[in-house]
């Protein structure tokens, strides 16, 4: 996939005027944030978890050569291959490699955001293979020829209607005149048409959410059930992982499983929890004949030295997303890069460069409500916080800008001048709006005054009312 | 260059990559100190301590049994109670009648299932693997989680993990002393078993979906149904 971030501003300005997004994206709210924080609040040893997946994920980075060297030992041991990729043409190269080894035509593919990263179908395709998405929401946007829109609900941005559309036009096999407007008749349908997709495949390839350096095993976080169909019956299963997945034993990652569906879903657990350890054994009834895991690095390494590294204690629950206003307002998509949302503008200048990613940084209301929710306790706002100075300090955003914010910072910092500003600014502003207690514009607040009024300020500047000794009550508690 | 070179050299790049990063003290600094430890690492893995429990599942057996039951109706799943493993092949004949389905039965190939007496009800039982024509399938569990009503599985010659996502109805026979507070509890029981198996499955309710506008339908890609059976009552008195 190639970023488009750099174009956040307009494909945020289209998503906003995008009448079908803005209703699917109605439904995050009961759906995402309502589930999410009833089964949180079932568990009263919620935020306890938190601190110690933090622990955990902090040690295991901290000796994460230590832990994939691990890792690979044991995957080695259960009868599987390692294979390690510093790039993302890396990875394609031995996964298309290791499919032409297994004389495959159809391959399956389970939900994985590192092969949207490294876009994977696109290297199949061009490869001769054909790949087919088994995650409902990724098969739906596989057929409309789109990315993801959300970590865990990739066509999140569609309503029903669409996906309808979507069917009829790829389905061609079925009656045209079939009833297809519910959501359950369009998942039978997707069911019916995958199974023979299942069946058919030579490889398998799935994500991982853990990798589990006790035992070599990986693992997947799924509801459907189309993942372990991906990687049970197929003779090869190939599994694609960044290497900040790991995890030290089966007892840690059940610690963060603990955190995982409920901040995701607002399940209390997934409907399946798989672990995989090797290939089939000798007396194994079914299973892969051959198991791969490719570990792919793509930055990862060079971003634990930077100020976002806690950015690698994500899990891809989505929280911060489902809980962002902002994302809320423009979906996934505008943000232009695999992960959106908070954790993806972390993520992403650190990723795919700082040049690439800017806007997304910016992208923020910091009101923290993706920190409050992260179940990993990443400082979104922290870090990127820590990327708008880093595109300061380069000089990358606009020259306006960046002149303006010399300016104010000047003034802030002597504080007789800065008083003098704010109580010439208040009292201009104040006689402006003597009349209608509010501004119609005001020069530099276009943004807010074009859509709504600007209130008039009253009575003076804070610091002035502040030691003149006014103290009133609060007009209502702060929530922090 | 071979695969096997080009990895190699992958390796070799990304490891010394972590290995300047991991020195350059940043991480500690965002991290509370966390350090790189090998020895620490490795008595971690050693140790394989246990992380917080949630205190509900601090009861007797018979507590526990009823929070496994609660817990996995609350996920859609449906549990019948037996007395003894005998009652299996009806219960297993009556749910199906009941379900519309088929009268045709894959069962794992565990000796204490297939050795009863299917010839007294009218379904045709088989054992193996699945395969796509299977509509149903008995299997047995390794344990099932009290925490949230999630069944273990482990793949083995008893256990054909295609039996657990193929079929349209998935029925698993579990005893009582099978039922353990958390999943931790699971684990200690499937290392006493031997090596790890190809395959772990932790199940809670049958296959779902909310990626159409987040309305959960049931079944999506496996089972569409998950019937427990749960044999026999909890061992009296003995508190955990």
């Known amino acids: 996939m190639q970023p488009t971030s750099l174009a956040f501003k307009e494909t945020a300005r289209r998503a906003l005027d995008d009448a079908q997004l803005q209703r699917a994206l109605l439904n995050m709210k009961p759906g995402f944030q309502q589930r999410r924080a009833g089964t949180v609040a079932k568990l009263p040893e919620f935020d306890a978890l938190r601190d110690q997946a933090r622990a955990i994920k902090n040690h295991t980075l901290a000796n994460l050569d230590h832990y994939l060297t691990r890792f690979e030992a044991q995957v080695q041991a259960a009868g599987g291959h390692v294979h390690w990729a510093a790039t993302a043409q890396e990875a394609t190269d031995i996964v298309v490699a290791l499919c032409r080894a297994a004389g495959a035509r159809t391959v399956t593919k389970g939900k994985s955001m590192v092969a949207e990263e490294i876009a994977l179908n696109d290297a199949l395709q061009a490869a001769g293979f054909h790949p087919l998405e088994t995650d409902l929401g990724e098969y739906i946007i596989q057929l409309r020829d789109e990315c993801p829109s959300h970590i865990i609900a990739p066509a999140l941005h569609l309503t029903r209607q669409q996906i309808t559309r979507t069917f009829q036009e790829a389905h061609t096999h079925l009656p045209a005149d079939r009833p297809l407007d519910e959501p359950r008749q369009l998942t039978d349908e997707a069911r019916a048409v995958l199974r023979d997709g299942f069946l058919g495949a030579d490889v398998g390839i799935t994500g991982a959410n853990f990798l589990v350096a006790e035992t070599g095993s990986t693992v997947i976080v799924t509801n459907e059930g189309n993942g372990d169909l991906t990687q049970t019956l197929p003779k090869t299963h190939i599994v694609v992982s960044s290497i900040e997945k790991v995890v030290p034993t089966l007892e840690d990652t059940t610690t963060i499983l603990r955190l995982l569906a409920r901040s995701a879903t607002g399940q209390e657990f997934s409907a399946y929890t798989t672990f995989s350890t090797g290939p089939r054994r000798a007396d194994d009834p079914d299973g892969p004949e051959a198991f791969h895991v490719v570990l792919v690095d793509n930055g990862r390494a060079a971003l634990l030295a930077t100020e976002a590294a806690e950015a690698l204690r994500c899990i891809r629950c989505g929280a911060c997303m489902n809980h962002c206003p902002v994302y809320g307002a423009v979906g996934g998509h505008a943000y232009g890069w695999v992960v959106p949302g908070p954790i993806g503008a972390a993520l992403d200048p650190g990723l795919i460069g700082v040049e690439t990613a800017r806007h997304l940084p910016n992208a923020s209301t910091f009101c923290g409500r993706c920190e409050?929710?992260?179940?990993?306790?990443?400082?979104?706002?922290?870090?990127?916080?820590?990327?708008?100075?880093?595109?300061?300090?380069?000089?990358?955003?606009?020259?306006?800008?960046?002149?303006?914010?010399?300016?104010?910072?000047?003034?802030?910092?002597?504080?007789?001048?800065?008083?003098?500003?704010?109580?010439?600014?208040?009292?201009?502003?104040a006689w402006v709006g003597r009349r209608r207690g509010h501004l119609r514009r005001w020069p530099g607040a276009e943004g807010w005054t074009r859509y709504r009024d600007l209130p008039a300020p009253q009575g003076g500047t804070f610091v002035d009312r502040w030691q003149r000794g006014e103290r009133g009550a609060p007009a209502r508690e702060t929530g922090r | 260059m071979s695969l096997a070179d080009a990895s190699a050299a992958a390796r070799a790049?990304?490891?010394?990559?972590?290995?300047?990063?991991?020195?350059?003290?940043?991480?500690?600094?965002?991290?509370?100190?966390?350090?790189?430890?090998?020895?620490?690492?490795?008595?971690?893995?050693?140790?394989?301590?246990?992380?917080?429990?949630?205190?509900?599942?601090?009861?007797?057996?018979?507590?526990?049994?009823?929070?496994?039951?609660?817990?996995?109706?609350?996920?859609?799943?449906?549990?019948?109670?037996?007395?003894?493993?005998?009652?299996?092949?009806?219960?297993?004949?009556?749910?199906?009648?009941?379900?519309?389905?088929?009268?045709?039965?894959?069962?794992?190939?565990?000796?204490?299932?297939?050795?009863?007496?299917?010839?007294?009800?009218?379904?045709?039982?088989?054992?193996?693997?699945?395969?796509?024509?299977?509509?149903?399938?008995?299997?047995?569990?390794?344990?099932?989680?009290?925490?949230?009503?999630?069944?273990?599985?482990?793949?083995?010659?008893?256990?054909?993990?295609?039996?657990?996502?193929?079929?349209?109805?998935?029925?698993?026979?579990?005893?009582?002393?099978?039922?353990?507070?958390?999943?931790?509890?699971?684990?200690?029981?499937?290392?006493?078993?031997?090596?790890?198996?190809?395959?772990?499955?932790?199940?809670?309710?049958?296959?779902?979906?909310?990626?159409?506008?987040?309305?959960?339908?049931?079944?999506?890609?496996?089972?569409?149904r998950l019937h427990i059976l749960l044999i026999g009552e909890a061992a009296a008195g003995s508190a955990r």
Request: charged content about 20%; glycine content about 8%.
């Open chain 2, 13 to 224: 790049r990304i490891f010394a990559t972590l290995g300047k990063s991991l020195s350059a003290g940043r991480l500690a600094a965002a991290t509370d100190g966390a350090t790189a430890d090998p020895a620490a690492a490795d008595a971690r893995i050693a140790a394989r301590p246990r992380g917080i429990r949630p205190a509900r599942v601090d009861r007797d057996p018979a507590g526990l049994i009823a929070l496994f039951v609660e817990q996995a109706v609350a996920v859609q799943a449906t549990v019948a109670r037996l007395a003894k493993p005998d009652a299996v092949p009806q219960a297993v004949a009556d749910y199906l009648a009941e379900h519309n389905q088929p009268a045709r039965l894959r069962c794992a190939p565990q000796r204490w299932l297939t050795g009863l007496d299917w010839a007294a009800t009218a379904l045709e039982v088989s054992q193996g693997p699945a395969a796509a024509d299977d509509t149903a399938s008995l299997t047995g569990a390794v344990v099932g989680v009290a925490e949230t009503g999630t069944l273990m599985l482990a793949s083995g010659p008893a256990g054909p993990t295609t039996l657990n996502f193929l079929p349209d109805t998935h029925i698993v026979a579990l005893r009582a002393e099978q039922v353990v507070a958390s999943y931790e509890d699971g684990w200690d029981r499937i290392r006493a078993a031997g090596p790890m198996p190809r395959t772990v499955n932790m199940i809670t309710g049958p296959s779902r979906t909310g990626d159409i506008e987040q309305v959960i339908q049931l079944g999506a890609h496996g089972p569409r």
């Open chain 1, 372 to 429: 409050s929710v992260c179940p990993m306790r990443i400082p979104l706002t922290t870090i990127m916080r820590h990327w708008r100075t880093q595109e300061h300090a380069r000089k990358l955003s606009p020259g306006r800008i960046r002149w303006g914010l010399g300016v104010w910072a000047y003034v802030a910092a002597r504080p007789r001048l800065y008083r003098l500003c704010t109580r010439l600014g208040v009292a201009a502003m």
